[in-house]
Each structure stands twice: as C-alpha cells, then as structure tokens.
C-alpha cells in the first residue's frame, strides 16, 4: 500500500461519480488520485467514498496536510488520513 503525503493542490468533482485531487507539497510537485463512485457500489460503500471526497474537500479549503493511501498499481485512493 502506497502513501501520497501533502496538501489537495487542486481538485475536481465531476458528475460522473469521479473526484480527482492533486496532492503533494507544491502545486508542480504532486500526484493526482482518484476516487469513482460506482452505480454498483453498495451503499456503504458509497457514502465511504462520498466521505472521502467531502474530507479531502475540506483539507482543500483550509490548507491541511493529508495522507493519502492507495494501491500500489492504481491512483483510487482507498484511506485518508490526517496528521495533526
């Protein structure tokens, strides 16, 4: 499991169920995550994913350094964490 350490550089929300969020500690230095909504996810499953995205929003907003976890092979990020 893969750790992406910084702030939300920059995201996006789009309707298609997919959020996309830049992360690292300088605007040119980062790595751009996933997380898709699918329509076959279970509900919890969802409202976890939604959870993700509203904190990954908020860190956005107040400039809070996150942790991002996600497989090694794939950019869907699958843990957030954050670090006082």
Known sequence: MAETVGLVQELHVFDSGVSC????P?????EVLIIQRDSS??????AFKNSMVDA???AHFS???V???HPDDNAGIVSVRFEP
């Open 63 to 65: 400039r809070q350094e």
């Open 41 to 46: 996810d279970a509900a919890h499953v969802g």
């Open 26 to 30: 300088t605007p040119t230095i980062t």
């Open 56 to 58: 990954l929003t908020s």
């Open 67 to 69: 942790i991002a976890g």
């Open 21 to 24: 969020f830049w992360i690292g």
